[in-house]
């Protein structure tokens, strides 16, 4: 079946404007220095967001990066022959970027211009490939060739194709063949948001939850053996159960070259809020040797680029062995101590459990309150939570906003969800139902952080303060000592713990996105109560939760780090 965005349109709206796209696009290219000016207000006219289709048009820097990532001599190679294709090339920027690199290659080799240009026609041209499904970016494509080069050079063919529909002979078949290089920027959009049709296709050939990984496993297939991939894509596929296939793709199959990794979670792309932290992944097509290393570049943002950072690390040593979560540390010795870290025994193997709160809007839809009254619990939403050490706090006044009420009742509703526990409801699935009467304690913490958050951890820890009732909503996880060991440190422990630097560096090390969620705390490994540990664990609950460089010292001890 074809996965195309054309699906998200209206087509008998969109068809009439992409008709009458061409005249608008001719006058616009007039003062505009290239295409990506006119096609964000096409996007405007037709009531599309870009980002909804999961298009982030490529700002300069990018694309360089994405190019200094494949072999040295990969222009060279094209010039004799090797064949490369952009499987998404939207408006061919990166294909442009190619041409304007094989110009100035011949150029450097003491050819004219004009001489220069007509080699990249006959022997570079002939070599290069974009697929793209959407007939407005194809349109596109050929007027940003014509307006960057003035016609002199001509345009690579442009497949008006499903790169995700072809296997691997209809790939041989559509374009003559497999690849030496794929490059590019795949469509970012979350598969809940596909059609259902294409959401099945995608979820049942790729086992991805964005459409970036299905592309990024199917450019690997158009890959000769030995072929080379660079591509920029979100950094969540370093992580999570949903990206489990791609991981063990590249972590078996695959050689990588060079991963360089992007903190900032800033704005890299041209008309989109993307705020994830991003990656630039190079790989060979080969299955890697026990003792190939990767090239690995950590960044705070794309101007920070540069290799004098780089260090390498053992591609088997990139993986974790639970989950084959990929590890992306900013040196050797981060990766020592992450080692150290998950030979512990992690939070289930203490006797804790980790949860989510429900969703609250709809399944107690018809109990939630604007004001408190008799009967009625405080609400915990994810933005409530606050991080001020062991203090109840949680903000205390909560605007009534729209769908959005601070409490909820309790009476007149059966087989109600939030079970009883000593201090407070806790608004949980019903399986915690058999313990949640023991628990005395809880941490509660934000699913997700936010841009403007100082640390990736936001959360509280609750006990001789918790209010008389409460729900959790579906924006907060919860931790409580469900059967603890005998050896487990107290809940209140492992808070302070959470909350000192080590952990924070940890969780940016193994965490995909801004979630915190059971599979990354599954690396977490937390010392046992022993001679070694008790006099540390002590210190750690009687320092004042406030104190954070006295709890990072006492953590750091505790770890040996």
């Known amino acids: 079946m074809a996965i195309g965005f054309s699906d998200f349109f209206d087509q008998a709206l969109v068809l009439p404007k992409v008709l009458d796209f061409n005249a608008k696009a001719e006058a616009s290219l007039k003062c505009a220095d290239d295409f990506l000016a006119v096609y964000p207000s096409l996007l405007e006219d037709l009531d599309v967001k870009q980002g909804t289709l999961g298009q982030f048009h490529t700002k300069e820097n990018i694309v360089d990066i994405v190019l ?14 090797a064949k490369l294709l952009d499987p998404s090339c939207g408006t061919a920027n990166f294909l442009i970027h190619v041409v304007e690199r094989a110009i100035a290659f011949f150029q450097e080799k003491g050819l004219p211009p004009e001489e220069a240009i007509n080699s990249v026609n006959e022997k570079v041209i002939p070599n290069l ?26 345009p690579p063919v442009f497949h008006e194709i499903d790169s995700l529909d072809l296997e691997d002979e209809k790939a041989t078949d559509a374009f003559g063949g497999k690849f030496d290089y794929v490059i590019g920027n795949p469509p970012w959009v979350e598969v809940k948001r596909l059609p259902d049709r294409i959401k099945e296709a995608v979820q049942e050939i790729y086992s991805v939850s964005n459409l970036y990984g299905a592309f990024v496993i199917q450019g690997v297939n158009f890959l000769k053996a030995g072929g080379a991939l660079s591509y920029i894509v979100p950094r969540s596929f370093t992580g999570g159960r949903y ?22 979670r800033n704005q890299e792309f041209y008309g989109g809020d993307v705020l994830q932290e991003i990656v630039v992944i190079s790989l060979e097509k080969l299955p890697p040797a026990e003792d190939h290393l990767v090239s690995c570049l950590p960044c705070v943002d794309i101007d920070d680029f540069h290799d004098g950072s780089a260090f390498q690390v053992r591609q088997t040593d990139l993986f974790s062995h639970h989950d084959l979560m990929m590890l992306l540390a900013r040196n050797q010795q981060e990766f020592g101590w992450i080692k150290k870290i998950s030979a512990f025994p992690n939070f289930e193997e203490h006797g804790l ?33 606050l991080n001020e050490g062991d ?27 939030g079970r009883r526990t000593q201090k407070g409801y806790a608004a949980t699935e019903s399986s915690i139902e058999t313990y949640c009467n023991r628990f005395k304690e809880i941490i ?16 509280i820890y609750l006990s001789s303060e918790l209010p008389n009732g409460f729900f959790l909503e579906n924006g907060l996880n919860y931790i409580v000592a469900k059967k603890p060991s005998p050896t487990a440190p107290s809940l209140k422990v492992f808070y302070r713990i959470m909350r000192s630097d080590l952990f924070e560096r940890y969780f940016q090390i193994v965490s995909s996105n801004t979630q915190l969620n059971k599979n990354d705390m599954y690396l977490f490994g937390i010392p046992k109560v022993g001679p070694d540990t008790q006099t540390m664990y002590q210190e750690l609950e ?20």
Do not use: M, W
């Open 243 to 264: 990206f489990f296939r791609l991981r063990e793709l590249l972590s078996k199959e695959t050689s990588i070259q060079k991963i360089s990794y992007y903190t900032n």
């Open 444 to 459: 509660i913490c934000r699913r997700r952080s936010h841009k403007g958050d100082k640390r990736r951890f936001v959360g």
């Open 129 to 154: 490939a974009g697929a793209e499904i959407d007939p407005v970016l194809l349109r596109a494509a050929c007027l940003n060739f014509e307006q960057k080069f003035g016609g002199k050079i001509r």
């Open 353 to 385: 459990a980790f949860s989510t709160g429900q969703l609250v809007l709809h399944r107690v839809k018809d109990y939630l309150k604007a004001e408190s009254a008799p009967g009625c619990y405080r609400i915990i939403y994810g933005h409530d939570i």
């Open 68 to 81: 200094d990532s494949l072999p040295i001599n990969f222009i060279e190679r094209i010039a004799s022959g």
């Open 542 to 561: 009687a320092v004042d939760g406030n104190d954070v460089i006295k709890i990072n010292c006492i953590v750091e001890s505790l770890y040996s780090v």
């Open 391 to 417: 203090r109840y706090s949680f903000q205390q006044e909560v605007a009534v906003k729209k769908d959005r009420f601070p409490y909820a009742t309790t009476k007149g509703r059966k087989n109600f969800d």
